[in-house]
């Protein structure tokens, strides 16, 4: 992802946060509106405390079996961003922390995010090697040099 749509979207959700709060609070009291953040914020990290100390546990079974726990990394990544989410105040940053940090709408995101973040990153970085895909005909590059003297205008001309 380029960082300039990371900036973007970091810019993007403090605004709809406060697009978002100003209308609120007109309509339930300002009062009420810091309550609900203030709850909401409460109860998703009770929730992301619960679901990381769950994932933690599930990590360890699958090391200490000898499997790789790369959906547990992966939640455990995604339950760090809900907790961040859920800390900062709003209705959008509290949306976002909540779809993070409940299983029905993280799983959904974390294979999402295997499929279309972290799967081309790894084929890139290791050309094609990481799903199998390996060349078996030599090396894939474009930069391969034939060595057959045929191929050159000049063959054989210095023993004619």
Do not use: C
């Amino acid at each position: 992802m380029q960082t300039r749509w990371v900036i973007a979207a970091l810019l993007a959700i403090p605004l709809l946060d406060t697009l978002l709060l100003v209308p609120l609070a007109g309509a339930i009291g300002f009062p009420a509106t810091v309550m609900l953040v203030v709850l909401t914020g409460l109860v998703g990290m009770l929730l992301v405390r619960a679901e990381g100390r769950h994932t933690l546990s599930k990590l360890q079974r699958k090391v200490a079996t000898g499997g790789l726990p790369t959906n547990e990394l992966l939640d455990g990544g995604l339950l760090i961003a809900a907790g961040a989410f859920l800390l900062t105040p709003g209705v959008v940053t509290d949306l976002l922390g909540f779809l993070f940090a409940i299983p029905v709408t993280r799983y959904p995101i974390r294979e999402a995010l295997k499929r279309f973040v972290v799967r081309p990153y790894l084929e890139k970085q290791t050309n094609g090697f990481a799903s199998g895909n390996v060349w078996v005909g030599g090396f894939p590059d474009d930069d391969v040099v034939n060595l057959d003297p045929e191929d050159y205008g000049r063959a054989n001309d210095d023993n004619s």
